[in-house]
Structure formats: C-alpha cells, structure tokens
C-alpha cells in the first residue's frame, strides 16, 4: 500500500507562484507514473500534470502547459509541482496520484491517492 501526503497549497494572487510536493511512503512507492489532479465544486476532477517512473517524460493538461513543471526525486520519494503565473481558474483542490503503470491522463489510471491540498488564487 502506498500512501501520499501533500503539502504546499495555500493563498496566492494571480500572478504568484506555489510549489506542491507530494510524499510518497510504501513498497515500490515511487516504481510508477505519478501526478497530480485538481478538482474544484464546479468541474470534475480533471488532470493536471504527470511523470514517468524515472521522470524522463512528463504530460502537462493544455491550461497549464508553460506554467507548471513537474519533476520527481525518487531518492526522496517526492513530486513536486511548481506552480507560477497562477490564475483564479486554477483554484481547486490539489491531488497526488501514483500507482500507473505508464505516463497517462486518466484517473483511472492511478491506483493511490493523496487527501489533496487547497490551492486558491485571487484575482
């Protein structure tokens, strides 16, 4: 079982920048594609970025492409999520996945799941 643990949201401007990290714990935690989804009262869960196993090929959703990176330390069980030029539109809950076996867009996709993190931006 593998459990995650996200960290790093909080209130920022449109405008401004946050980092999200996700700590992963459990055999094999980091022996998979990870990444992170968001989910707001409005939309469903939608994805937002992703990394391979070994971090050498990455997906990013349309809205965000140019503004996030994603990156991955499997040494440190860590993904982080820098976040900059953040705009209202990207107010949502944060959430961690791993547990794919390849690179993908599909929730489904994931085995493991964090609580998720707030990230809120104000215009």
């Known amino acids: 079982q593998v459990q995650l643990v996200e960290s790093g949201g909080g209130l920022v401007q449109a405008g401004g920048s946050l980092r999200l990290s996700c700590a992963a714990s459990g055999e094999d935690a980091t022996s998979y594609a990870m990444g992170w989804f968001r989910q707001s009262p409005t939309q469903e869960r939608e994805f ?4 391979s196993w ?5 997906d990013y959703a349309e809205s965000v492409k140019g503004r996030f990176t994603i990156s991955r330390d499997n040494a440190k ?3 982080t999520l820098q976040m900059n030029s953040l705009k209202p ?3 949502a809950i944060y959430y961690c996945a791993a547990g794919a076996n390849l690179l ?3 929730s489904s996709e ?3 799941w964090g609580q998720g993190t707030q990230v809120t931006v104000s215009s």
């Open 104 to 106: 993908s867009r599909y």
């Open 48 to 51: 937002v970025a992703a990394i």
């Open 54 to 58: 070994r971090g050498y090929s990455f």
């Open 110 to 112: 994931y085995k493991n």
């Open 77 to 79: 069980n860590t993904i």
């Open 89 to 91: 539109a990207d107010t």
